[in-house]
Protein backbone atom coordinates (compact mmCIF):
# COMPACT_ATOMS: atom_id res chain seq x y z
CA UNK A 1 0.00 0.00 0.00
CA UNK A 2 0.87 3.59 -0.05
CA UNK A 3 1.76 5.85 2.68
CA UNK A 4 1.59 9.21 2.25
CA UNK A 5 3.08 8.45 -1.16
CA UNK A 6 5.42 5.96 0.43
CA UNK A 7 5.26 2.13 -0.26
CA UNK A 8 4.22 0.98 2.95
CA UNK A 9 2.78 -1.82 5.03
CA UNK A 10 -0.22 -2.80 7.16
CA UNK A 11 -1.01 -5.16 9.85
CA UNK A 12 -3.76 -6.55 11.70
CA UNK A 13 -4.52 -8.22 14.74
CA UNK A 14 -6.52 -11.08 14.48
CA UNK A 15 -9.23 -9.24 16.23
CA UNK A 16 -9.19 -7.30 12.93
CA UNK A 17 -7.74 -4.10 14.81
CA UNK A 18 -4.66 -2.28 13.23
CA UNK A 19 -1.58 -3.01 15.00
CA UNK A 20 0.75 -1.29 13.04
CA UNK A 21 1.25 1.17 9.60
CA UNK A 22 5.36 0.64 8.52
CA UNK A 23 6.55 3.33 5.95
CA UNK A 24 9.61 2.93 3.70
CA UNK A 25 11.71 4.94 2.58
CA UNK A 26 13.67 4.20 -0.87
CA UNK A 27 16.35 5.16 -2.93
CA UNK A 28 18.17 3.64 -5.62
CA UNK A 29 15.91 0.68 -5.00
CA UNK A 30 17.66 0.15 -1.59
CA UNK A 31 14.98 0.42 1.51
CA UNK A 32 16.85 3.69 2.96
CA UNK A 33 14.38 4.46 6.08
CA UNK A 34 11.53 2.54 7.48
CA UNK A 35 8.95 4.65 10.09
CA UNK A 36 6.45 2.53 12.19
CA UNK A 37 3.10 3.80 13.93
CA UNK A 38 2.11 1.77 16.51
CA UNK A 39 -0.02 3.98 18.35
CA UNK A 40 -3.38 2.58 18.38
CA UNK A 41 -5.65 5.80 19.06
CA UNK A 42 -4.00 6.66 16.17
CA UNK A 43 -4.15 4.18 13.96
CA UNK A 44 -7.90 4.35 15.14
CA UNK A 45 -8.29 7.54 13.71
CA UNK A 46 -7.09 6.74 10.03
CA UNK A 47 -8.92 5.53 7.54
CA UNK A 48 -7.49 2.69 6.63
CA UNK A 49 -8.61 -0.15 4.25
CA UNK A 50 -10.55 -3.35 5.56
CA UNK A 51 -8.60 -6.15 7.01
CA UNK A 52 -8.63 -9.16 3.61
Request: proline share 10%.
Amino acid sequence: MLVNGLPGMLSWREDGTPLSVLMFTVAAGRITDIAALVDPARLAAMDLPDPA
